[in-house]
């Protein structure tokens, strides 16, 4: 999971040469944007490597969702720099639904009652 300021890029590829050409695209478009971002790689094994489309998954806090139009940015950048993978953006709010718990947790909902 992503830190509150930080982006995570999963990289899932067919292959070590388009893992590593598809790290390039994301670094390179990231740099272009002024973007931090850290890159996992996650390796197959080569009995289900030949089904797997390139993608790439953009981790990334709420806050940074929310008030960062640069990331939508670099996910289209992405898909236009790579067209033949597939890009998403994947955003963790889990921080704040934990939030909005804590502050109706007093409140009692009771069902609507239905009449005939």
């Not at 995570?8 to 893992?19: D, K, N, T, W």
């Not at 489309?53 to 953009?58: I, K, N, Q």
């Not at 960062?68 to 950048?77: D, F, H, K």
């Not at 890009?87 to 934990?98: D, K, R, Y």
């Amino acid at each position: 999971m992503p830190t509150r300021s930080s982006i995570l890029c999963e990289i899932i590829a067919p292959g070590s040469v388009h893992a590593q050409a598809l790290a390039k695209v994301v670094l390179g478009c990231a740099k272009e944007l002024g973007q931090t971002i850290k890159l996992k790689q996650l390796k197959l094994g080569s009995h289900r490597a030949r089904d797997v489309d390139p993608s790439l998954t953009l981790h990334l806090p709420a806050q940074l969702a929310s008030t960062q139009n640069v990331i939508w940015c670099l996910a289209c950048r992405l898909a236009c720099s790579y067209p033949a993978a597939r890009i998403s953006v994947l955003i963790h709010g889990a921080e704040a639904f934990a939030a909005d718990d804590s502050a109706t947790s007093s409140i009692n909902y009771r069902p609507a009652r239905l009449s005939a």
